[in-house]
């Protein structure tokens, strides 16, 4: 008896690869509309980076980039400020503050990100990130559990 007769038909993966796509597109539009309405409403307290288009534009190293906590990285090179649009509308904006250094192949990067609100003012925020991750993590686990369940009923 051959392996694929044991196995079963094949699973699909460039189907499965795309309901996953399809399953976190489904839940990020919700977290991205979210988003787009509180990023103004609380001057940029809540934000969520991880969106579908950035911007980012290189920032000049000055002495105010001292007065960040927690402190960036010592020696630091390079500092970034990129915001997250969707539809046109703001969903976040970081400011990128690093180091990176090359030696030979390698390149080693280091780096610390500060919430901004809308204007470009620190703020203490939260990330809807973490959130978008977890229901989405969790609809493509039972995505692909129901996959599993009905690979298994077919055999």
């Given at each position: 008896m051959s392996n694929a007769n044991v196995l079963g038909p094949s699973a699909g993966f460039w189907r499965r690869l795309?309901?996953?796509i399809v399953d976190c597109l489904f839940v990020l539009l919700p977290f991205m509309i979210l988003a787009s309405i509180l990023f103004p409403l609380t001057d940029g307290a809540v934000q969520m980076p991880?969106?579908?288009y950035r911007e980012c534009r290189n920032v000049e190293i000055s002495n105010q980039l001292a007065n960040l906590a927690p402190a960036p990285p010592e020696q630091?090179?390079?500092?970034?400020?990129?915001?997250?649009?969707?539809?046109g509308f703001q969903t976040a904006r970081i400011l990128v503050v690093?180091?990176?250094?090359?030696?030979?192949?390698?390149?080693?990067?280091?780096?610390?990100?500060?919430m901004l609100?809308?204007?470009g003012k620190l703020v203490n925020g939260f990330s809807m990130d973490g959130l978008f991750f977890?229901?989405?993590?969790?609809?493509?686990s039972f995505s692909w559990s129901a996959a599993l369940v009905r690979r298994?009923?077919?055999t």
């Open positions: 795309l309901a996953i991880s969106g579908i630091s090179n390079f500092a970034v400020e990129c915001q997250s649009i969707f539809l690093g180091r990176t250094t090359r030696d030979g192949a390698t390149t080693k990067s280091i780096s610390q990100s500060y609100n809308s204007k977890f229901r989405a993590s969790l609809s493509t298994s009923e077919n």
